[in-house]
């Protein structure tokens, strides 16, 4: 819920610094924004939500002067700002955080921070000022941040807190967020969050754009939602709930699918004190597991603790140093895609842009590729079966925003991962390796790629669901082990679960019911 | 201003665009002609006629553009698979030295119809066996290949200068640095009699069509353009990405290497250092030029084959330079580069 703030004079919500005054912008066919108006006021927090492809991105490309709206106005302070124009913009005061850091890595802070402040022939630089202004700007908002640091040795979230404090180093009044925690962990995420309360307690205005519910509750004085280009409702984040938020985002109700009870079959999968060194680095120490047929084990923790290279022995493109790896109670020796998909096992990458799908290639070819021995006949490549596979899975798994020989990177993260579950469970895997499976997707694929897993994990499929998010795994797993700086914890029975003792868990510290403390 | 990516493209289009290229590219070199003080319509009419006016320079033009569709071939199916292949020149020179290695004296003894392609299978492994220094740099240490593919260029013709002065010097050819003379029935037959049009050019013709099968039917085809437009994903997808690229490899300097066996056992008979005036480097502006498809990649080396031909003709008769004809190949790269682009995306607002 959202803690209501302390009332404070900088913040004045009756004057409004911000007016966008029916906005419209047609890309082609798609009209991306539909006479879109809204008002941001002095010291507000407002979130505009969303799904993909909703219009937030274009809304605030047009009020940073990226684009030229078709129609429309935009104000600030009552005064309106030249179209298209973003050092218009940034000169009115507006600040904007992109969602890929517009920064370099081989410059250090404060560099990164001056870096177009200055002119160009100007022979001295205010190095001493800018550092003066900076550590003030970083004082007054909290944002601890070392000056002489080399950007690139920085975590992402610092990354980001320096791109917000470029903004605040430009004078901004208004800031706008884009998706601020996909790139966050948990931790990172809540501290973002208390930094942009203080910064609208300190008199800023604050847009954020996202499509997580919980943040925006949590976050937000004001949420306006807007669906297919149009705002389709405002509300006062103390007068909403999630679930009024989420059927609006989406048009209509969603329910995230729900796990019923099963009785798990035998062992699928089972990892006896694997480890896995590269580059000198121990990444996975001495991890055992098991997962049983129609069970789903989750393996939570925070994104760069193992996980990855667990997904990659189990998917086939690492070997492990030392353990063993049983396959239906049989022992394995290293295995290579081909022989992971042969012994049945389907597989979902964590990253699918960059594993999951080649985006130049056509949607038929990516549903074949991995299994091109099956279709293709003395080294040539059946086509017409191809297609035909890649139509039943667009079907079947409600693939939406392209046919079969269309380029896959047209589909969204949505879509091109229903495409990713249809390749692999049109062909009843016995066991499912899913990492991040619903990651940077909107409440309605959510609801779509949960309810596909749930509905193998019925059908007697053993699923491994690695991830860091604490609702899904909650929601997902039966049983649910930790990965902590690579090591994995003894399970823990779903109905034990939630989200404080996952957390504490995920820190490597815990006590379980009986008081029993356990670490990591 | 930015561009989108355009999602159809019409046929009318996409032969369209290539015309107006070579159009634009042409008026582009007319301004330079007409700067020369030549007559700039003249100019281009004796260019056609020198490449195609008489049969003899016809068959000279598609004899020129034989080794341009074996090189283009041999850049359009590496850079597929972003492999940057910059040493067809190097492996052109290794498959004709290989040729004159074993086929002068060594292999004679064999007939004709055996000799021939097992001299064409010779040539082509040469040129595979040198790809696979800087193919083995890259995926041993990630060393980029563009740097040591370029560089082996010049080690391969020194290495050949060195044979061709050395243990396979022409001992009758009045101390001139080339290699022994090929058998009399190593030489391929010619295609036009009383001409050099040799049956090479209808090989190439073959290899071309067989390649664009090979890249757009076949697994291997699928897999090395996955390969080269993903390689972390075609991985994760169960593509080798080591094999693969060693089978792109192999192909790409094989088909460099045998562009040097067909021309010297259709044209020359014999090796020297000048026998490429560098047949490799211009297969990568083919290969560009036809965008890396295979058979455009046929059109791609007939056009520059005129060019080269067609402005020798021309500056005999009006006395300007033939430096016109580079001029005219590397505009008509941009101006297609440009079209090529244009067809792939539109401007919008």
Redesign the interface.
């Known amino acids: 819920m959202a803690t209501p703030l302390p009332d404070c004079r900088l913040r004045d919500m009756t004057t409004a610094v911000l007016t966008i005054e029916g906005v419209s912008k047609r890309?082609?066919s798609t009209l991306a924004n539909d006479n879109i108006s809204l008002s941001l006021a002095k010291g507000e927090i407002v979130a505009l939500l969303g799904e993909n492809g909703a219009g937030k991105t274009t809304l605030m490309s047009i009020l940073f002067g990226h684009y030229?709206p078709d129609t429309g106005r935009i104000l600030i302070d009552n005064v309106e700002l030249p179209k298209g124009k973003p050092r218009a913009a940034i000169r009115a005061g507006v600040g904007m955080v992109h969602q890929h850091f517009s920064l370099a890595p081989n410059l250090t802070v404060l560099e990164n921070i001056m870096t177009g402040t200055e002119r160009l022939w100007s022979l001295t630089s205010q190095m001493t000022a800018a550092r003066n202004k900076l550590l003030a700007i970083s004082e007054r908002f909290g944002l601890k941040v070392d000056p002489d640091a080399r950007l690139g040795d920085l975590s992402v979230g610092e990354q980001q807190r320096v791109e917000i404090l470029k903004a605040l180093y430009n004078d901004a009044r208004i800031l706008i967020l884009d998706e601020p925690t996909a790139v966050l962990t948990q931790i990172e995420a809540e501290k973002l969050f208390s930094t942009l309360k203080q910064m609208a307690a300190q008199g800023l205005s604050l847009i954020f754009i996202s499509h997580k519910l919980d943040e925006v509750m949590a976050t937000a004085d004001r949420i306006v939602v807007l669906r297919g280009g149009k705002v389709a409702a405002e509300r006062q984040a103390s007068q909403t709930s999630k679930a009024e938020l989420a059927e609006l985002m989406v048009g209509h109700r969603v329910t995230r699918p729900t796990r019923e009870k099963s009785i798990p079959g035998a062992i699928a999968l089972e990892a006896r004190d694997i480890t896995l060194k590269s580059g000198g680095v121990e990444r996975l120490k001495k991890i055992s597991f098991h997962v049983r047929a129609g069970e789903v084990l989750g393996i939570i923790g925070v994104s760069g603790n193992g996980q990855a290279s667990l997904g990659q022995i189990l998917?086939?493109?690492a070997n492990r140093s030392s353990g063993e790896l049983l396959l239906f109670n049989k022992p394995v020796g290293d295995l290579?895609?081909?022989a992971v998909?042969e012994a049945g096992v389907g597989?979902i990458?964590e990253d699918r842009n960059?594993?999951?799908?080649?985006?130049?290639?056509a949607i038929w070819?990516n549903a074949v590729?991995?299994r091109?021995s099956s279709y293709?006949k003395h080294?040539?490549?059946d086509?017409g079966a191809g297609v035909a596979f890649a139509q039943e899975i667009i079907e079947a798994f409600d693939v939406r925003g392209g046919s079969a020989a269309?380029?896959t990177r047209?589909l969204s993260g949505g879509n091109m991962q229903k495409l990713i579950l249809g390749r692999n469970l049109h062909e009843r895997p016995r066991i499912l390796i899913a990492a991040q499976p619903a990651r940077g997707l909107d409440e309605g694929a959510v609801a779509a790629v949960h309810g596909r897993i749930l509905e193998a994990r019925r059908q007697g499929t053993a699923v491994l669901l690695i991830s860091e998010d604490l609702d899904e795994v909650i929601a997902l797993a039966d049983r649910i082990q930790a990965i902590v700086g690579g090591r994995l914890s003894a399970p823990i029975d779903a109905s034990e679960a939630d989200a404080r003792l996952l957390g504490l868990m995920m820190a490597g510290e815990w006590k379980d019911k009986s008081g029993t403390e356990h670490a990591i | 201003m930015r561009f989108e990516r355009r999602e159809h493209r019409p046929l009318y289009m996409m032969t369209l665009a290539p015309l107006l290229a070579i159009i634009a590219a042409l008026a582009l070199a007319g301004i330079l002609i007409a700067i020369a003080g030549a007559p700039v319509f003249e100019a281009y009419r004796r260019i056609l006629l020198g490449a195609f006016g008489s049969r003899l320079s016809a068959t000279e033009t598609l004899t020129r553009a034989t080794p341009l569709i074996l090189t283009g071939l041999a850049a359009a199916v590496a850079f597929r698979a972003r492999l940057w292949n910059i040493g067809a020149e190097g492996q052109f020179y290794f498959g004709a030295i290989a040729v004159a290695a074993f086929g002068s004296k060594m292999l004679a003894g064999l007939p004709g119809p055996i000799l021939i392609p097992l001299l064409m299978i010779i040539g082509a492994l040469a040129g595979m066996i040198l790809i696979l220094v800087p193919l083995w740099l890259r995926l041993r240490f990630s060393v980029d290949e563009v740097v040591t593919s370029l560089i082996l260029n010049f080690i391969a013709v020194l290495f050949v200068s060195m044979l061709i002065d050395g243990v396979l010097k022409d001992p009758t050819a009045f101390g001139w640095p080339q290699s022994q003379a090929l058998a009399d029935h190593a030489m391929l037959p010619k295609l036009i009699a009383r001409s050099r049009l040799h049956i090479g050019f209808a090989i190439a013709i073959v290899i071309a069509a067989a390649v664009y099968f090979v890249q757009s039917r076949t697994v291997f085809g699928m897999q090395s353009r996955a390969a080269g437009l993903n390689p972390s994903g075609a991985v994760f997808a169960g593509v080798r990405f080591g094999s693969t690229l060693f089978k792109v490899a192999c192909l790409s300097g094989g088909l460099a290497g045998l562009a040097g066996a067909i021309e010297v056992m259709g044209v020359k008979g014999y090796v020297t250092t000048d026998l490429s005036p560098g047949f490799g480097y211009a297969g990568i502006v083919v290969a560009m030029l036809a965008n890396l498809n295979p058979l455009g990649v046929v059109l791609a080396a007939i056009f520059t084959a005129t060019m080269f031909v067609g402005a020798d003709g021309m500056s005999r008769s009006l006395g300007i330079p033939t430096y016109i004809a580079d001029v005219t190949v590397a505009l008509s790269l941009l101006t297609m580069l440009i079209a090529l682009f244009f067809t792939q995306y539109r401007i919008r607002r």
Request: proline residues 3%.
């Open positions: 890309f082609g030229v998917s086939g493109t290579d895609v081909a998909i597989r990458p960059r594993d999951g799908a080649i985006g130049e290639m070819e590729l991995e091109l293709s080294g040539l490549v086509r269309s380029r047209l």
